[in-house]
């Protein structure tokens, strides 16, 4: 089965110190690879990069080696073209969601999958497909 990984457990991967934390999200991310095929798409990778510098402190260089080392090798990233965005501007108009997450929707409808792990409860407006977040 498929699974799209959104940029909250990334950012988190990336960001969080704390021991106990960061033990949580490791299993859940260690849980969803072995359960699922893994996608996601270069505008998740964008976020993932921006917000751990912006919110985080975190330097650029250092979300590029997580992103090569952590993600890409187990995280398949999807292409996004004119096809997702006819998608996307469909919800963003029905659904008012950011143009960002409307891709990420169109990326995932193109490609035949329906789960998605996210803390955005944003997603849970789309009856298309179903949002999972660490319980």
Not at 83 to 97: F, T
């Amino acid at each position: 089965m498929k699974i799209f990984i959104d940029a909250p457990l990334l950012i988190y991967l990336n960001t969080v110190t704390d021991p106990r934390d960061r033990y949580i999200y490791e299993n859940y991310y260690l849980e969803l690879l072995s359960k699922y095929k893994a996608y996601t798409d270069v505008l998740v990778l964008d976020e993932l990069i921006n917000v751990s510098k912006k919110k985080y402190g975190v330097p650029y260089e250092l979300s590029i080696e997580f992103i090569e080392s952590i993600v890409l090798p187990y995280i398949n990233v999807l292409e996004l073209s004119e096809e997702e965005y006819k998608y996307a501007s469909k919800l963003i108009v029905e659904y008012k969601l950011k143009p960002s997450d409307s891709l990420h929707v169109g990326a995932m409808l193109n490609n035949n999958i329906d789960l998605i792990v996210s803390e955005d409860k944003e997603y849970d407006k789309i009856r298309q497909i179903k949002r999972i977040w660490i319980h």
